[in-house]
């Protein structure tokens, strides 16, 4: 099986394509799930052709496609757990419907066809539900529907209260739903069980705590307060500030892997997609386009492959290697860091569906050279790397290395 690339590499660069533009508006905030697996594209809203249209991204803001090409208002987009379908939010047909199409944009669907505003969709982890946001009961509720759009049913009971509830995010193991609501007298994140029942409140203060979005392994919750971007423990508390900025941030959504929160800030003075470490970091800006895009979320790839045990002979120390069942992509490039006395490293694919269990391929076996920042040719056919020599500067020579077939 001949190795190729199925992850886009690190070396490939962004297209920063600045166009003049005017201030646009801020589409919906979207609800959000994110569901394990390896991380794929990044959906997101923007207004860069005219009006807001759904686009796709790979994971370094590269290749954006416009999905919807609708001259209606499209925005929110959520992908499906198996990371086929996403569902979002237009005003196409007068007024908010949740719609739901292809990952290529095909067969665009509405799935409420109500006169209510119904919007902010968000996937069960087996892909047959879809909850939302909607006022077809007068005031704001959220309702769950079989992914087809039939069965919409009531989950909440806001007609006493008449908050302001939404931003509904499925939990990854498909008992609760999460939602802000602002019946206390500003917004604060609660949860509910996914077939309806009593609320319990997560957050309790007297800022606007919103948008809340689930970690893919279920134990944390990432969310808005005040404008920036914080995370808590999936019950409540162990509460973390993940930006600090005076720009606006919102709509956080995880990545498949967990390592990465995606979300929109104005940091640039206007809006863009900014990716951060889960844990907080340095935020980088994957949109780079005078328009306002805004609304991230992260295609899920399920898991179909894991990596197996590091070689026993070099034993791997930290890096990019993954840990053992972790999950990975089919065919992965990693880094294997030696352990000693001196610390060098090769570099390695692994190909996971050429051998049960599969063995990481060593690309460069340099027993005392370094090579590092491996990247995949366009064709998948070769990895550029940078060959260092022990205590010396890092080289500025790019080596290639043809991977084998196996
Ligand atoms: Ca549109
Ligand atoms: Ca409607
Ligand atoms: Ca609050
Ligand atoms: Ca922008």
Redesign the pocket.
């Known amino acids: 099986m001949r190795v190729r690339r199925l992850v886009d590499a690190v070396a490939v660069a962004a297209a920063a394509v600045l166009v003049a533009g005017g201030m646009a508006v801020v589409t919906a905030p979207p609800a959000r799930a994110a569901f394990p697996g390896t991380n794929g594209k990044i959906a997101f809203a923007?207004d860069r052709d005219g009006n807001s249209e759904i686009y796709s991204m790979k994971p370094d803001g590269s290749n954006p496609t416009n999905l919807t090409n609708d001259p209606g208002g499209d925005s929110a987009p959520t992908w499906s757990p198996d990371g086929t379908k996403i569902a979002f939010t237009t005003d196409r047909d007068g007024n908010l419907e949740v719609y739901s199409m292809n990952a290529n944009g095909s067969n665009q669907t509405d799935l409420t066809n109500n006169g209510g505003f119904d919007e902010l969709p968000t996937w069960s982890p087996d892909g047959t539900k879809i909850a939302f946001q909607t006022t077809r009961d007068g005031q704001s509720e959220i309702y769950v529907m079989d992914a087809n759009g039939s069965n919409q049913t009531r989950i909440t009971n806001n007609s006493t209260d008449k908050a302001d509830i939404g931003n509904p995010a499925w939990s990854p193991d498909g008992t609760q739903i999460a939602f802000d609501s602002n019946k206390d007298g500003d917004f604060e994140i609660y949860v509910i069980p996914a077939a309806g029942g009593s609320a319990t409140q997560l957050t309790n203060n007297s800022v606007q705590d919103v948008q809340p979005t689930w970690s893919p392994d279920g134990t944390r919750i990432a969310f808005v307060r005040s404008n920036d971007i914080f995370s808590m423990s999936a019950g409540g508390g162990g509460g973390a500030q993940l930006t600090t900025n005076s720009a606006i941030d919102f709509t956080p959504a995880w990545s498949p892997d967990g390592s990465k929160i995606v979300f929109t800030s104005n940091r640039?003075g206007?809006?863009?997609v900014f990716s951060i470490p889960a844990t907080g970091g340095n935020a980088t800006n994957l949109?780079?386009?005078?328009?306002?895009?805004v609304n991230p979320d992260w295609q899920p790839q399920p898991c179909t492959a894991t990596a197996p045990p590091p070689p026993s002979t070099r034993p791997a120390e930290g890096g990019v290697l993954p840990a053992a069942g972790q999950c990975v992509s089919p065919e992965q490039i990693l880094y294997l860091h030696k352990s000693g006395s001196f610390s060098f490293s090769d570099i390695l694919v692994l190909d996971a569906g050429g051998a049960n269990p599969a063995q990481p391929l060593n690309l460069t076996d340099t027993p005392n050279q370094t090579e590092d920042q491996p990247a995949w040719s366009p064709d998948g056919e070769q990895v550029a790397f940078v060959p260092r020599t022990a205590a010396r500067s890092p080289s500025t020579r790019t080596g290639t290395a043809t991977p084998r077939s196996t």
């Open positions: 923007t640039t206007n809006f863009d949109t780079k386009n005078a328009a306002s895009d």
